[in-house]
């Protein structure tokens, strides 16, 4: 009896193994679904540029552009957002330091600093580029002109330190600790009754081949401080640096490029004692511009209020990206900017 109960039980475990098989050549056998391959749309083009880069951006841009006095004092380098900045003027103030006015319309940072003084050169600038001009301290005359309509300007001296426009760090010491909040520039400019709306007709740009000769590098001396622009043929822009160092964000040491410089010259004259300048921003002269590793002998001049290259009396074009101009006195003019192939 028990021998027949274990031959049982052996032809109920074949058979159970007989049907796992034949289970499994079943699944093996059922057919496999084909692979679609779901190809992925291209971008579309939204068909809309910022005006001062020519790079696609989203939306149409209607935000006003934002102008900002930076302090470039070696006590006040690195400096914060210029890496943001679409363009950026350098220009000097007294003695042989300069100083930025930096515009920002297409890549809004949350501060910018440090921020120094207005001068006519810039709010005139800044105006003319339909800016909003902000700025901390001024020479009385200077304040009353802007008070009275020169430029729709946002003060320092109104705000310091309120925690709304302005505020001061405290790993350096005054002047060079002041920066201006992104989002108290539009509320205090509303306060103001100041329009926040612009459209701007954009820059001319090209995507074609670049001409002029080989400048892999090219450099300028204020007299007694440098500036250095070094094309990256990897990111087809420029590294900037002033005084042999650098130029980089002051937070996370990200590297302030460019795909445009233009040295412009321009009539610099003394005005008082204390060394503030006259500049001749309208009369246009010679310039070299910068681009794509190439420099071009150019003009420039003053177009419906922006500063233009231009050659035989046309524009000519910027490539796509972040734009420096340098003003330089006439006096000290091109032939001392050195350049390298």
């Known amino acids: 009896m028990l021998k027949k109960v274990w031959i049982g039980i052996i032809v109920l475990l074949l058979f159970c193994v007989a049907c796992q098989k034949d289970e499994v050549i079943e699944k093996e056998e059922e057919p496999k679904e084909p692979v679609v391959e779901v190809e992925e749309e291209p971008e579309q083009e939204t068909g809309f540029?910022?005006?001062?880069?020519?790079?696609e951006v989203e939306e149409e841009p209607t935000d006003r552009i934002i102008a900002v006095m930076v302090n470039n004092h070696p006590k006040a380098r690195p400096q914060t957002s210029l890496s943001k900045a679409d363009m950026v003027f350098e220009i000097l103030a007294e003695g042989n330091i300069t100083r930025y006015m930096a515009l920002f319309h297409s890549d809004i940072?949350?501060?910018?600093?440090?921020?120094r003084s207005a001068r006519p050169y810039y709010f005139n600038l800044a105006n003319d580029y339909g800016a909003l001009y902000v700025y901390h301290g001024a020479a009385d005359f200077i304040e009353n002109m802007i008070q009275s309509g020169a430029v729709d300007g946002l003060n320092g001296m109104y705000y310091d330190n309120d925690q709304v426009l302005f505020q001061r760090s405290t790993d350096r010491v005054a002047p060079h600790n002041s920066y201006a909040i992104f989002?108290?520039?539009?509320?205090?400019?509303?306060?103001?009754?100041?329009?926040?709306?612009?459209?701007?007709?954009?820059?001319v740009f090209t995507e074609e081949e670049i001409t002029g000769d080989q400048a892999s590098e090219i450099s300028y001396n204020y007299s007694n401080y440098e500036v250095k622009y070094v094309y990256d043929e990897s990111s087809k822009k420029y590294n900037r640096y002033s005084d042999g160092v650098q130029v980089v964000e002051y937070a996370d040491s990200t590297p302030v490029q460019m795909s445009n410089v233009l040295f412009i010259e321009a009539n610099h004259e003394v005005v008082d004692d204390v060394g503030r300048r006259e500049i001749d921003l309208e009369s246009g002269g010679n310039a070299l511009l910068l681009q794509n590793g190439k420099v071009q002998h150019v003009q420039w001049e003053r177009i419906d209020g922006r500063i233009i290259p231009t050659?035989?009396?046309?524009?000519?074009?910027?490539?796509?990206?972040?734009?420096?101009?340098?003003?330089?006195p006439t006096n000290r003019g091109l032939q001392h900017v050195v350049i390298a192939e």
């Open 49 to 55: 540029i910022a005006p001062l880069t020519g790079e």
């Open 109 to 115: 940072p949350e501060t910018v600093g440090p921020v």
């Open 183 to 203: 989002e108290g520039i539009y509320q205090r400019g509303e306060e103001k009754g100041y329009s926040l709306e612009k459209v701007y007709e954009p820059f």
């Open 311 to 328: 050659m035989n009396g046309e524009p000519v074009p910027f490539v796509q990206g972040k734009t420096w101009v340098n003003v330089i």
